[in-house]
């Protein structure tokens, strides 16, 4: 069975099976960092607060990450506000409604729980994208910022590998 894990240059150079021919083409670089946008609510930007530095620090958070960024702290202050409304009101609410017959009184489930589970799915989806949780951070894919690559270096004899 084939691995669907694809080799990366540095290993097929270093096992003499690279070809320059059949590289893909390098991606674009972009500026790091991205700057918190103003229209995010208090609870958005406290999470962007939280979670940005630490993006940052792993080389993951880039400009063009901005609205990525932005979309998954607006979903998480959706979520805990629908939390919070589901703590205050509870899972299941008495609604009261008037029919032929008289007043009816019929318990139902609270709106809040549905709005909470499609906030939290797509808050998920973006964190997934920005390689937020344990599962999905192997997955990104980050490039050193030094344009030196040791294993070449050591190959060619060239750097500190020199004699």
Same mark, same amino acid.
């Given at each position: 069975?084939?691995?669907t894990r694809?080799?990366?240059?540095?290993?097929k150079?270093?096992q003499?099976?690279?070809?320059?021919a059949?590289?893909r083409?390098?991606?674009?670089?972009?500026?790091?960092?991205?700057t918190?946008p103003?229209?995010?609510?208090k609870?958005?930007k406290?999470?962007?607060?939280?979670?940005?530095?630490?993006?940052e620090?792993?080389?993951?958070?880039?400009?063009?990450?901005?609205g990525?960024?932005?979309?998954?702290?607006?979903?998480?202050?959706?979520?805990?506000?629908?939390?919070?409304?589901?703590?205050?009101?509870?899972?299941?609410l008495m609604?009261?409604?008037?029919?032929? #017959?008289g007043?009816?009184?019929? &318990?139902?489930s609270? @709106?809040? /729980?549905r709005?909470?589970?499609?906030?939290?799915?797509?808050? *998920?989806?973006a964190? #997934?994208?920005?390689?937020?949780? &344990?599962l999905?951070? @192997?997955? /990104?894919?980050?490039?050193?910022?030094?344009e030196?690559d040791? *294993?070449?270096?050591?190959?060619?004899?060239v750097?500190?590998?020199?004699d």
């Amino acid at each position: 069975m084939r691995s669907t894990r694809r080799t990366s240059d540095a290993t097929k150079k270093a096992q003499g099976t690279f070809r320059a021919a059949r590289t893909r083409p390098q991606s674009p670089q972009y500026a790091p960092g991205a700057t918190r946008p103003k229209y995010l609510s208090k609870l958005a930007k406290a999470e962007w607060n939280r979670i940005a530095p630490i993006l940052e620090e792993q080389g993951i958070l880039q400009e063009i990450d901005q609205g990525l960024l932005a979309s998954y702290c607006t979903y998480y202050a959706n979520w805990q506000i629908c939390e919070a409304e589901i703590a205050k009101q509870g899972m299941v609410l008495m609604v009261e409604s008037s029919t032929r #017959t008289g007043r009816t009184v019929k &318990p139902t489930s609270n @709106p809040a /729980i549905r709005n909470s589970l499609s906030f939290h799915r797509a808050m *998920l989806a973006a964190g #997934t994208k920005l390689g937020i949780s &344990p599962l999905d951070r @192997p997955r /990104i894919e980050v490039k050193p910022n030094d344009e030196s690559d040791l *294993l070449q270096d050591f190959i060619d004899g060239v750097g500190e590998f020199a004699d």
